[in-house]
């Protein structure tokens, strides 16, 4: 059974850093790729960042361009979400997914969230 938890979340000053976290009850290597979304309050869910678990090439949206960087360690099966010069247009719930891709289809599985708060 899959089950991915979110770590890491907090109120930041902005300008502050925050790394988040992404642990996986099994390897990470079994996923396509996993990704870190966000939603704000009355907006919708809203991709941030993915990351391909066999090429490692990365993608991001570009409000978070040059600011955050996904990684991941495969010995520990997490993922992580480095945000640096946070802004308060940065503050929502960010949630971990993982896609798992098969002939027929995929399976999409998502954690559920860890708060973050940019705020003075």
């Known amino acids: 059974q899959v089950q991915l938890v979110e770590s890491g979340g907090g109120l930041v000053q902005p300008g502050g850093s925050l790394r988040l976290s992404c642990a996986a009850s099994?390897?990470?290597?079994?996923?396509?790729?996993m990704g870190w979304y966000r939603q704000a309050p009355g907006k919708q869910r809203e991709l941030v960042a993915t990351?391909?678990?066999?090429?490692?090439?990365?993608d991001y949206a570009d409000s978070v361009k040059g600011r955050f960087t996904i990684s991941r360690d495969s010995a520990k099966n997490t993922v992580y979400l480095q945000m640096n010069a946070l802004e308060p247009e940065d503050t929502g719930v960010y949630y971990c997914n993982a896609i798992k891709r098969n002939y027929w289809g995929l399976s999409n599985y998502w954690g559920q969230g860890t708060q973050v708060t940019v705020s003075s």
């Open positions: 990351l391909n678990t066999s090429g490692d090439n990365t």
């Open positions: 099994g390897t990470i290597l079994s996923f396509d790729v």
